[in-house]
T-cell receptor, first 110, second 115 residues
């Protein structure tokens, strides 16, 4: 079945450093979504990417969808302590349900 | 607060007992999802409804699990004869699919502990 893998599993950064998490799917995706889950909280939707090669920005966050629609990345510029949490990618192929990766847990040291 | 509520927030039960969880989605949302999340993992799809119709159920889901969404509003998830391996956070999410965008709003979850 479809699998979604994320790396790294953990990332510790100094405040102000950049952060990137990568997501790879075993199958071609129709779209990919990104969610953020704060410690003790629930996943919160960040963005959905649909088009091959798509790049979207939200303030300090940049999301990319690969040309082959099998990989994606989330880049955070100049991290802040409010960025702490686990970032999940989740992909769907056609009408299949979302398959979530295991997430990348980001710690930001002030 | 996303507008999706779940009840109870915590449930401790003994192995072999039945438990039922409730999810109240955002009122105008037509899709309702159930996920299970364990420590260090992403949410794992269990089942989903489009209005009152249950459209898909995970093949990994034991027949001890059943979900309903009468009248297309709230939903319940029942686990019969609970096992220790059922201990997890059970998340509900709802969405209104528009133009291919399926932005899911998650509830706070029900944490199940089976002793």
């Amino acid at each position: 079945g479809q699998q979604v893998m994320q790396i790294p599993q953990y990332q510790h950064v100094q405040e102000g450093e950049d952060f990137t998490t990568y997501c790879n799917s075993s199958t071609t995706l129709s779209n990919i979504q990104w969610y953020k889950q704060r410690p003790g909280g629930h996943p919160v939707f960040l963005i959905q990417l649909v088009k091959s090669g798509e790049v979207k920005k939200q303030k300090r966050l940049t999301f990319q969808f690969g040309e082959a629609k099998k990989n994606s990345s989330l880049h955070i510029t100049a991290t802040q302590t409010t960025d702490v949490g686990t970032y999940f990618c989740a992909g769907t192929a056609g009408n299949t349900p979302l398959v979530f990766g295991k997430g990348t847990r980001l710690s930001v040291i002030a | 607060d996303t507008g999706v509520s779940q009840d109870p927030r915590h449930k401790i039960t003994k192995r072999g007992q039945n438990v039922t969880f409730r999810c109240d989605p955002i009122s105008e949302h037509n899709r309702l999802y159930w996920y299970r999340q364990t420590l260090g993992q992403g949410p794992e799809f269990l089942t989903y409804f489009q209005n009152e119709a249950q459209l898909e159920k995970s093949r990994l889901l034991s027949d001890r699990f059943s979900a309903e969404r009468p009248k297309g509003s709230f939903s319940t998830l029942e686990i019969q004869r609970t096992e220790q391996g059922d201990s997890a956070m059970y998340l509900c999410a709802s969405s209104l699919v528009v133009g291919g965008l399926d932005e899911q709003y998650f509830g706070p979850g029900t944490r199940l502990t089976v002793t």
